[in-house]
């Protein structure tokens, strides 16, 4: 009657859905795999970069434009 219910059938359609699920696993945790790599790379580049300077202010008197004394 039902070809995918016969003995011999079923085999194979039971071995390409653990197959299936089994390619599915490994491209899902390659690309995880991936990821984390290019954030660890990431980290390591900005790791790696001087610090910014602060920046440099100067102050002023407001009415004289003399510096001020520390």
Not at 6 to 30: D, K, R
Not at 60 to 66: C, D, M
Request: cysteine-free.
């Amino acid at each position: 009657m039902n070809v995918a219910l016969e003995a011999g059938a079923a085999v194979y359609v039971a071995v390409a859905v653990t197959l299936s699920v089994w390619i599915g696993i490994f491209v899902y945790l390659w690309r995880i795999d991936a990821q984390a790599r290019a954030l660890k790379q990431a980290l390591e580049r900005e790791e790696r970069r001087e610090p910014a300077s602060a920046p440099q202010s100067k102050v002023t008197r407001v009415r004289t434009g003399e510096p001020v004394e520390k």
